[in-house]
């Protein structure tokens, strides 16, 4: 049984450029969240996607945008690189049921993505 | 406000000792889910535990117990006996409708 699956593993761009991430959930999970961690940090809520829907977003800027597809598989996108982009992107996936302040997550090993 | 503060960044011990790490968590809400989570080198977030706001009972889970205080707003982790493979970096976290954690706790557990 896949845990949760995201590509790429690493990756560097240039300023001002514009990058895509993906993830693939856990087999029976419908909703996926995504998370930004700067080394040394702790993982800083981006958003939540259910239904294909973005349901709840942190404090980030427009820049950072996603999408859900039908098979719940995400993507995160980030336009107009930063330098402070440079981080761990982790992708978590659950199951919503009734609420969703009792799921657990499930995380991918995430995506490096280092901003030159 | 939501808001977790783990005011430990790094703890070192010597393995056989016991380790308790601290977490003080903000929220106005009444029902809430709190969490710890363990970050191996390898990245990937382990879970470890769940609690609803509602439990306070403290629980046990062999070398690992946590202690869960409304009244200080705490959900504190200890590890009993430790390890080398203890060594790694623990989150707290704060779930509403949407998980926060806190800063982490760096946890180096020398033989």
């Known amino acids: 049984d896949a845990g949760v699956t995201q590509s790429p593993t690493h990756l560097i761009k240039t300023r001002g450029q514009q990058v895509t991430l993906r993830c693939s959930p856990k087999?029976?999970?419908?909703?996926v969240s995504w998370y930004q961690q700067a080394l040394g940090q702790g993982p800083q809520f981006i958003f939540q996607?259910?239904?294909?829907?973005?349901?709840q977003r942190g404090n980030f800027p427009d820049r950072f945008s996603g999408h859900q597809f039908p098979n719940y598989s995400s993507e995160l996108n980030v336009n107009a690189l930063l330098l402070g982009d440079s981080a761990l992107y982790l992708c978590?996936?659950?199951?919503?049921?009734?609420?969703?302040?009792?799921?657990?997550?499930?995380f991918g090993a995430g995506s490096r993505l280092t901003v030159l | 406000a939501q808001k977790v503060t783990q005011a430990q960044t790094e703890i070192s011990v010597v393995e056989k000792e016991d380790v308790t790490l601290d977490c003080v968590y903000e929220t106005r809400d009444t029902t809430y889910y709190l969490f710890w989570y363990k970050q191996p080198p390898s990245g990937e977030l382990v879970f470890l535990i769940r609690?609803?706001?509602?439990?306070?009972q403290n629980e046990i889970s062999g070398r690992y117990s946590w202690n869960f205080q409304k009244s200080t707003s705490s959900f504190n982790f200890t590890i009993t006996a430790s390890q080398v493979v203890d060594s790694a970096v623990y989150f707290c976290a704060l779930s509403l409708n949407d998980m926060r954690f806190g800063a982490g706790t760096r946890l180096t557990v020398k033989p």
């Open positions: 609690r609803n706001s509602f439990d306070e």
């Open positions: 978590a996936s659950s199951l919503r049921g009734r609420g969703t302040g009792a799921n657990v997550l499930t």
């Open positions: 996607y259910y239904e294909e829907e973005e349901r």
């Open positions: 087999s029976g999970h419908d909703t």
